[in-house]
């Protein structure tokens, strides 16, 4: 029975051998060696682990090189990192390539001519490439005239597209997927033709050249060999009201200003003037101290190498003398009980109607405090003032925010009040005075005559008085000291009359 079992192993082995191939037993998913082999090849047992590729994300990309493309698959641990082909796209290997895990790494694309190549990966027991193709996209082209525009933007270009056509319809070219930009800035862009598009030139924080570049599902054709120069805009100047003398820190407003070459002393102007000097705070705002001047309107303009900004409303300022109050040769006073006061304006004029002061931004203010102001002519303001007690009051006029001279006016006591306005030229009657200005009025007088008062009761401010007798009939002003010697001053509310009739 041994025997009979050895002669059949035997005749196997016999068998094999004239039949010509091996067997070689392994482990399930090994590689079996070939048949055909030479009866005399030794059996071979082992795993071979070839990398495969499977699919790989994006698809294409700029012939420049620099796409990330995520590449999926098997194996890619036998991938040797320090080898720079482990990774090629068609025969050249890629910039950079970085292992995930066995079944993704990253690779980076090499710069390559424009077409389809495949992706290869190898490792130490074989390699694997890609079914699907890379393409390297060539990208198209665009060429516009030199431009200037606004660094607002909204300016609209034509550009002639080369490298292709962009597709017979509207419609065929947004499934191409086309955009825009305008140096760094993303564009919008509109098909006009199959060679031609409009771009709208986007807003930009730094007024210089820039090119105009069109990409396609992320690949970007070669720069317009034309530019857009744009120039910076101006959109406020604050305050817009200012001293001859110079030397305010005026804030000019816009949009451009980080191309302003800060070295050069005549990119921002004042009227004719350069700025004493300006700080560029960011892209839309500049700080400049203002050179002195002549009254008036003057531009204020900031100019890049490729432009300066244009004139406008938004881009002047008034230079203006300094406005005060006329004492009028000590003659203008202020009453103790305040009230409307209208003073005469010297320095310059407060504007010709009541529409034009509203624009000339004048206040009035006492101390810290604003004061209700309005315009009487070009000349005269109407001030409501607070009552006082002081012997002088100190005012300032503004103009936006540029104050002229204080003026110091004197504060007048003055009658408020009187019980009885008139009496026969005998006099006699009783009347109650109220004045402003004093507690302790004297000195009581109708005209030339004086008169006999006394304090009214549970007040400081008020006096009763018998009216003297005159010698003539007719209107006279009823006037008093205060405890300092100071003379109270003439109002409508101190008129008295004497009468020939008891």
Not at 243 to 251: E, Y
């Amino acid at each position: 029975m041994g025997n009979r079992t050895r002669a059949r192993r035997a005749t196997a082995i016999v068998a094999a051998a004239v039949t010509g191939f091996s067997v070689v037993v392994v482990h399930p998913g090994a590689v079996l060696a070939a048949a055909g082999a030479p009866a005399s090849s030794p059996a071979r047992a082992g795993v071979l682990a070839l990398p495969t590729v499977t699919s790989f994300t994006p698809t294409s990309g700029a012939q420049a090189g620099g796409t990330a493309v995520t590449v999926r698959g098997t194996n890619f641990l036998t991938l040797d990192r320090t080898n720079p082909d482990a990774v090629t796209f068609g025969d050249v290997a890629a910039t950079k390539f970085v292992i995930r895990s066995d079944k993704e790494l990253t690779a980076v694309s090499p710069p390559g001519t424009a077409g389809p190549v495949t992706v290869k990966v190898t490792g130490s027991d074989g390699s694997g490439e890609s079914t699907g193709k890379f393409t390297y996209q060539q990208g198209f082209g665009v060429e516009i005239a030199d431009v200037q525009a606004s660094a607002a933007g909204g300016a609209k270009i034509i550009g002639t597209v080369s490298g292709g056509t962009i597709g017979a319809t509207a419609a065929a070219f947004r499934g191409m997927r086309i955009s825009a930009a305008v140096g760094e800035e993303s564009a919008t862009v509109a098909w006009v033709d199959a060679t031609h598009v409009r771009i709208t030139v986007p807003p930009t924080g730094t007024a210089a050249s820039a090119t105009v570049t069109l990409i396609q599902a992320g690949v970007a054709g070669p720069p317009s060999t034309g530019t857009v120069d744009y120039y910076p805009v101006i959109t406020r100047v604050s305050p817009t009201r200012v001293s001859t003398a110079g030397g305010a820190t005026v804030q000019i407003v816009g949009e451009g200003f980080l191309g302003v070459d800060e070295t050069d002393e005549s990119a921002v102007t004042i009227g004719d003037a350069p700025a004493t000097s300006f700080t560029i705070v960011s892209a839309t705002q500049i700080n400049a101290v203002i050179p002195e001047a002549e009254a008036g309107t003057v531009p204020v303009q900031v100019a890049t190498a490729t432009g300066a900004s244009r004139a406008s409303d938004a881009a002047k300022l008034i230079y203006r003398g300094p406005l005060t109050f006329d004492n009028a040769g000590g003659t203008q006073f202020l009453r103790a009980n305040g009230g409307q006061h209208t003073l005469a304006v010297t320095g310059g004029t407060v504007g010709d109607s009541s529409k034009a002061f509203t624009a000339e931004k004048i206040s009035v203010k006492w101390g810290t405090t604003k004061l209700q102001t309005a315009w009487v002519d070009s000349t005269h303001l109407r001030v409501n003032l607070p009552s006082m007690t002081t012997d002088t009051l100190t005012l300032t006029i503004l103009q936006d925010v540029t104050a002229g001279p204080s003026a110091t006016l004197p504060v007048a006591p003055v009658i408020t009040n009187m019980s009885v306005t008139s009496d026969a030229l005998a006099g006699g009657k009783s009347v109650k005075i109220s004045v402003a200005g004093t507690d302790s009025a004297t000195d009581f007088t109708f005209g030339a005559n004086p008169a006999t008062c006394k304090p009214a009761p549970r007040t400081t401010t008020a006096f009763v008085c018998t009216v003297p007798a005159a010698t003539a009939a007719g209107p006279v002003a009823v006037g008093f000291k205060t405890g300092g010697g100071t003379s109270s001053r003439y109002t409508a509310a101190s008129a008295f009359s004497y009468s020939e009739l008891d």
